[in-house]
Nanobody, 113 residues
């Protein structure tokens, strides 16, 4: 079982930036895709971005051009750089390993003035 631990959430003003990090335990990290999801109150959990083992990425339309997912295989870490944040980006953000079905505990992102 892969364990995932997120960090980097917080309160930021509209237009600001945050970088989320997710550290994964286990040696399979470098050979599998990793993803970020988010869930706002009263809404379903949605895929934000995914990065495959070869480095290709895919984003939700709502974050294209503003968010960037990346990974450092040597550190077993996946990142989500979030720029030009909007109030509608406020949610709990979760790291996910699609291959193992593992989820992190989530980190809260609040965008508000």
């Amino acid at each position: 079982q892969v364990q995932l631990v997120e960090s980097g959430g917080g309160l930021v003003q509209p237009g600001g930036s945050l970088r989320l990090s997710c550290v994964a335990s286990g040696s399979i990290f470098s050979i599998n895709a990793m993803a970020w999801y988010r869930q706002a109150p009263g809404k379903e959990r949605e895929l934000v971005a995914i990065i495959r083992s070869g480095g290709s990425t895919k984003y939700a339309d709502s974050v294209k051009g503003r968010f960037t997912i990346s990974r450092d295989n040597a550190k077993n870490t996946v990142y989500l750089q979030m720029n030009s944040l909007k109030p509608e980006d406020s949610a709990v953000y979760y790291c996910n390993s699609p291959y193992t079905g593992s989820w992190g505990q989530g980190t809260q992102v609040t965008v508000s003035s």
